[in-house]
């Protein structure tokens, strides 16, 4: 009897399933704009969307005009090159940063870090999760940029991953006081001087904030020494070769053009 009652439950709730499904078909079928319309607004007002959002802004802000400069002095890259792998990494950053904010989770969990545990310890933690996950992405996005040369990617993997892991901790630190700024969650970590402000205050300043992180990207790449835009020099001829270009073309002979005009 038992047994016959978990098969009738399972059952509906499969019926109740399909039911569903075909609902949300019809609808998808019938009125795909209003669908589509709803999604939207559900996805807008999810509150982990908007966390993620903001933690990418305020990340982003602190690291692109940063390692646009990086990336076009000592790693070499031309600005196309390094304009295409800032906006690859704000997306990944974007779509793996609930992953990578979960992931952290874990391995603290697994290592016994805790909220007890010492300030020490803690950065110590963070500094080497930057650097784990950050280089190999790293590696990915140069080459997804157009960068062809090996050492080229590794050398920038390897100066993205350093800044990373050196002031990834700070970063954190603003992400969690730039949540509370724009008001997603209540971090703690924004001061007093700015939480007690008016609401004004505070959405000027959201907004101030990342517009300022993208005039400094792009005076980064006003100043940079790799203008991609720059024509290229042609290498300039040899001796041999500059010889033959400065000496003047010799006119034909008189003779030479009555001997044509006999044979014809």
């Known amino acids: 009897m038992e047994l016959k009652q978990k098969y009738k439950s399972i059952r509906d709730r499969i019926y109740e399933d399909y039911s569903l499904a075909c609902k949300q078909l019809d609808e998808i079928i019938c009125n795909p704009k209003e669908y589509i319309t709803e999604t939207y607004h559900n996805i807008k007002n999810s509150s982990q969307v908007k966390k993620d959002a903001v933690s990418t802004i305020a990340a982003a802000t602190v690291f692109n005009p940063l390692n646009a400069r990086i990336e076009t002095t000592a790693g070499q890259l031309t600005n196309i090159q390094s304009?295409?792998?800032?906006?690859?990494?704000?997306?990944?950053?974007?779509?793996?940063?609930?992953?990578?904010?979960?992931?952290?989770?874990?391995?603290?969990?697994?290592?016994?870090?805790t909220k007890d545990s010492t300030r020490f310890r803690k950065v110590l933690f963070d500094m080497g999760y930057i650097a784990g996950v950050v280089f190999p992405i790293r590696i990915v996005t140069y080459k997804l940029a157009g960068v062809q040369e090996i050492d080229k990617i590794l050398l920038n993997a390897g100066l993205m991953t350093g800044v990373g892991t050196l002031i990834g901790v700070?970063?954190?630190?603003?992400?969690?006081?730039?949540?509370?700024?724009?008001?997603?969650?209540?971090?703690?970590?924004?001061?007093?001087?700015?939480?007690?402000?008016?609401?004004?205050?505070?959405?000027?300043?959201?907004?101030?904030?990342?517009?300022?992180?993208?005039?400094?990207?792009?005076?980064?790449?006003?100043?940079?020494?790799?203008?991609?835009?720059?024509?290229?020099?042609?290498?300039?001829?040899?001796?041999?070769?500059?010889?033959?270009?400065d000496k003047p073309m010799e006119k034909p002979g008189l003779a030479g053009i009555e001997h044509v005009i006999n044979q014809e």
């Open 83 to 113: 304009i295409t792998s800032r906006a690859l990494s704000t997306i990944v950053v974007y779509g793996l940063v609930k992953f990578g904010m979960k992931g952290r989770e874990k391995l603290q969990q697994k290592l016994g870090i």
């Open 170 to 245: 700070p970063v954190l630190i603003t992400i969690d006081a730039y949540k509370d700024l724009t008001g997603v969650d209540d971090t703690g970590t924004l001061p007093k001087i700015i939480k007690n402000r008016s609401k004004r205050f505070k959405k000027t300043l959201a907004i101030a904030y990342p517009i300022a992180g993208l005039a400094a990207m792009v005076t980064m790449y006003a100043i940079s020494p790799n203008d991609s835009n720059q024509a290229k020099q042609l290498p300039k001829p040899d001796k041999e070769h500059q010889l033959i270009l």
